[in-house]
């Protein structure tokens, strides 16, 4: 059974950094790429970043680039998302999710999140 | 970055009822479009991809059709366990965008 488990949320400060964990099991997490969708209170999906399956390619949304950074860790199954600077509009549960092998890039498995709360 | 405009942006419908929901995308992304369901408190699930393929084990009363601009997410015959927000995402390119969501009701 494919799983995903993020961990890592919790409550910081404006300018702190905090760093997200997911754990992948069920499936060839080498072989996937991955990618962190955020979802601030009462708000819509916004997508994060991308890493194939490799770390080859790398994407960011404009909203994080310079300030996050995706990273993957294949021998322990681990999908990271590094947050520094973090500020108020960052607040979101933030989930994991796999891409799709039978499709163009669809999102076929999903963590089920973690909540970031970013407040002084 | 490639804008999607999910219309309507909340719906109310009754069971047996056929809904369409919408999304158009501000240029050609081919079939490169996913449709995603989320209830409250709970991660999206993946309900169509390329534009109309079904997702295993996804009811088929879900279909999806469109290509180039214009999509859309079809429910034959909407079940109490529908009632939930939609959303449409696009992979043809980065950034990834996704549609702001349609929020469907029980009338």
């Known amino acids: 059974e494919v799983q995903l488990v993020e961990s890592g949320g919790g409550l910081v400060k404006p300018g702190g950094s905090l760093r997200l964990s997911c754990a992948a099991s069920?499936?060839?997490?080498?072989?996937?790429?991955m990618n962190w969708v955020r979802q601030a209170p009462g708000k819509g999906l916004e997508w994060v970043s991308s890493i194939s399956s490799s770390s080859s390619y790398i994407y960011y949304a404009d909203s994080v680039k310079g300030r996050f950074t995706i990273s993957r860790d294949n021998a322990k199954n681990s999908l990271f998302l590094q947050m520094n600077s973090l500020r108020a509009e960052d607040t979101a549960v933030y989930y994991c999710?796999?891409?799709?092998?039978?499709?163009?890039?669809?999102?076929?498995?999903w963590g089920q999140g973690t909540l970031v709360t970013v407040s002084s | 970055a490639i804008q999607l405009t999910q219309s309507p942006s909340s719906l109310s419908a009754s069971v047996g009822d056929r809904v369409t929901i919408t999304c158009r995308a501000s240029q050609g992304i081919s079939s490169a479009l996913a449709w995603y369901q989320q209830k409250p408190g709970k991660a999206p699930k993946l309900l169509i991809y390329d534009a109309s393929s079904l997702e295993s084990g996804v009811p088929s009363r879900f279909s999806g059709s469109g290509s180039g601009t214009d999509f859309t997410l079809t429910i034959s015959s909407l079940q109490p366990e529908d009632f939930a927000t939609y959303y449409c995402?696009?992979?043809?390119?980065?950034?990834?965008?996704f549609g702001q969501g349609t929020k469907l009701e029980i009338k």
């Open positions: 999710a796999r891409v799709n092998p039978y499709g163009s890039g669809s999102y076929d498995y």
């Open positions: 069920g499936f060839t997490f080498s072989s996937y790429s």
């Open positions: 995402q696009q992979f043809n390119s980065h950034p990834r965008t």
